[in-house]
C-alpha cells in the first residue's frame, strides 16, 4: 500500500527557513517521481519542486528557483524540501505526491496527473 508521511511545517518569520520530509512507504524512490505542490486558500495547487525518481535530476518552479532545495534519500525512503528565504506568498499547505517514473521527467506543472498524496502540512511565513 502507498502512503506518504509529510511533516515539517510550521509557523515562521519571512526570511526563515523550514524542511519538509515526506516519508514514503510501500514503494521504492527509484521508480517513482516524487514532487511537492502547495495550495494557497482560494488558489489552485501548485507544483513547487519534483524529483525524478530513474536518475534524480530535479525540477523548481520560477517562483522558489534559488531559495528551495527538493532531495531525497533512498536509504530513508523520504524526500525532503529545504526551504529558505521563506516569503509571506510561500504560505500554503504544502503537499508531497507520487508518480511510477516515465519518459520525459516528473510532470511538476501538472498536479492532476499524480497518483499519491499525502495528507498535507501547513507552512505559514508571517511576522
Known amino acids: 500500500q502507498v502512503q506518504l508521511v509529510e511533516s515539517g511545517g510550521g509557523l515562521v518569520q519571512p526570511g526563515g527557513s523550514l524542511r519538509l520530509s515526506c516519508a514514503a512507504s510501500g514503494f521504492t524512490l527509484d521508480y517513482y517521481d516524487i514532487g511537492w505542490f502547495r495550495q494557497a486558500p482560494g488558489k489552485e495547487r501548485e507544483g513547487v519542486s519534483c524529483i525524478a525518481g530513474r536518475d534524480g535530476s530535479t525540477y523548481n518552479a520560477d517562483s522558489v528557483k534559488g531559495r528551495f532545495t527538493i532531495s531525497r534519500d533512498n536509504a530513508k525512503n523520504t524526500v525532503y524540501l529545504q526551504m529558505n528565504s521563506l516569503k509571506p506568498e510561500d504560505t500554503a499547505v504544502y503537499y508531497c505526491?507520487?508518480?511510477?517514473?516515465?519518459?520525459?521527467?516528473?510532470?511538476?506543472?501538472?498536479?492532476?496527473?499524480?497518483?499519491?498524496w499525502g495528507q498535507g502540512t501547513q507552512v505559514t511565513v508571517s511576522s
Open positions: 505526491a507520487a508518480a511510477p517514473t516515465g519518459l520525459g521527467g516528473p510532470k511538476c506543472s501538472s498536479w492532476y496527473l499524480w497518483n499519491y
